[in-house]
């Protein structure tokens, strides 16, 4: 994590080549590349594997999702082991595969805990949740078999919306990391005491 970090622009300094670094580019090319290879061995061994065994439906994986849009796409069988993936496609695949990792990784979930979290905390506006749920989708009934044959149901859901909408705002799923510095300090808002964040790592978001 730090050996990354060191090559991210400090715009705290004002020193130029914190900011500007000449080496960075070619860093960043650097780690790129690794990402893609890793990436790419992935999507290869996957796509030979298929001529093996066949993912069941409920188990399908983005990768699985991808490759079988593609067979829709060329009209080719991709259980036939002269297949040729075409590499086009797999520099798309590589690409979306990469987003899923960085920017969909955790977001949801982190945003579910996050809701019991504050909810739990505040019991009135559960109970307000709750009984809009009953209201919506009935009491007792599966939500999701509901919302199968009518999608729209989720757009009654208010104040369930409202209370997502407000976890994202205390805390964002996008979170960065932060690199401490000598001469840095935070301050402990309990016993005032300043502490040093030279040679730390912490992430910005936090549970209250």
Request: proline share 5%; charged share 30%.
């Amino acid at each position: 994590m730090r050996n990354i970090l060191s090559w991210e622009a400090d715009t705290q300094s004002l020193n130029p080549f914190h900011q500007y670094h000449p080496i960075r580019p070619i860093a960043f090319k650097y780690y790129k590349k690794k990402l893609d290879q890793y990436i790419g061995r992935i999507l290869d061994e996957r796509f030979r594997s298929r001529s093996v065994s066949r993912p069941a439906k409920k188990k399908r994986t983005s990768i699985d999702l991808a490759l079988e849009a593609y067979a829709d796409e060329v009209g080719q069988r991709l259980d036939l082991q002269d297949t040729v993936m075409d590499e086009e496609f797999k520099r798309t695949a590589i690409d979306n595969m990469l987003v899923l990792a960085f920017a969909g990784h955790d977001t949801t979930s982190s945003t579910i805990c996050y809701a019991y979290h504050m909810l739990h905390k505040h019991p009135d506006e559960l109970a307000k949740v709750r009984l809009e749920m009953d209201t919506v989708f009935g009491a007792g009934v599966n939500a999701s078999e509901a919302l199968k044959r009518d999608p729209y149901l989720i757009n009654r859901c208010e104040y369930t919306l409202a209370v997502i909408k407000e976890t994202l705002r205390l805390w964002s799923p996008a979170s960065s990391a932060r690199m401490g510095r000598k001469g840095y300090f935070i301050k402990d808002p309990i016993t005032g005491q300043m502490l040093p964040t030279e040679g730390s790592v912490s992430l910005s978001d936090r549970i209250p």
